[in-house]
């Protein structure tokens, strides 16, 4: 694994692009803590945010976690163009010619998509704690290590989103359009999600039927790991309830949707090497 792993870190090392949008995706990661500082006036009454309650354990792990995911695309560029360089500069061929197997080459990939979302796990894990530790009005052991599992939510999401932009870039060959065949996807996953709402005649928020077959879409199924936390926020909460409205749902993370991505991720890795075992290099 050792040995795979540092033939993909070579290749990245000697990436300028990557490097680029490697470092822009971490600091982004890092940029949530701006949030703290984030002060406004309304009505002559001055808010921060830190102080509103955002970062309170158990709940920072949540909104970090859902905040964190939505920037994924910017690693997704690289474990695309990662792909499509492999193409173009001809260096699958060549570690086939140095006697890498096609099965080792996948693997290759894989061990570095995994790697990415372990990293970037432990990053949000780390500013998350350290955020928590100097704002939340919780920080007895017990509040503050509840709620891991969005962690582990969050590195599951990763590794299939990833999976996905990998069997993209093998398919599609070039970045962008393996990047932009992703976005199609989603677009006919959310016109799929219409539709099911239109023939069934369903609530879009209730619509258990709906519900039921959309979480097996691959797309969907990540999304579903992290659902959002703002209505959540107990702030936002009772603002709600002063108007009429329930906005309580179920946000923990299920063994179910575990279950769909990491088979969706074993599909993606499985059809990456036999597309990759067929196709005439």
Do not use: C
């Amino acid at each position: 694994m050792f040995r795979l792993l540092n033939i993909e870190f070579h290749k990245l090392k000697h990436s300028r692009a990557s490097k680029v949008l490697i470092i822009t995706y971490f600091a982004l990661l890092t940029s949530t803590a701006l949030i703290a500082s984030i002060k406004f006036n309304f009505a002559n009454i001055n808010f921060h945010l830190a102080e509103l309650g955002i970062f309170n354990f158990p709940y920072i792990w949540h909104l970090n976690t859902w905040l964190s995911a939505v920037i994924k695309f910017f690693l997704l560029l690289v474990i695309v163009s990662m792909m499509a360089n492999e193409y173009s500069n001809k260096t699958l061929k060549q570690n086939l010619i140095d006697g890498l197997s096609k099965k080792e080459f996948i693997l290759s990939k894989f061990y570095t998509v995994v790697v990415f979302a372990g990293i970037s796990t432990l990053f949000v894990f780390l500013v998350s704690l350290i955020l928590g530790l100097l704002y939340s009005d919780f920080t007895e052991p017990a509040i503050i290590f509840s709620d891991l599992e969005y962690l582990f939510a969050f590195f599951i999401k990763l590794v299939g989103f990833f999976s996905f932009g990998l069997f993209m870039g093998i398919l599609i060959k070039r970045s962008a359009f393996a990047v932009g065949a992703i976005f199609v996807w989603w677009i006919i996953e959310n016109i799929t999600k219409g539709i099911l709402y239109w023939k069934l005649d369903e609530n879009p928020m209730e619509s258990p039927m709906t519900t039921s077959i959309l979480q097996f879409f691959p797309l969907e199924a990540m999304s579903n790991l992290i659902k959002e936390p703002f209505t959540r926020f107990s702030a936002v909460k009772s603002l709600a309830s002063q108007v009429g409205e329930d906005l309580s749902k179920d946000y923990s993370v299920h063994l179910t949707d575990i279950a769909i991505v990491s088979f969706w991720t074993a599909l993606f890795i499985y059809l990456s090497y036999r597309l990759l075992k067929r196709r005439d290099l």
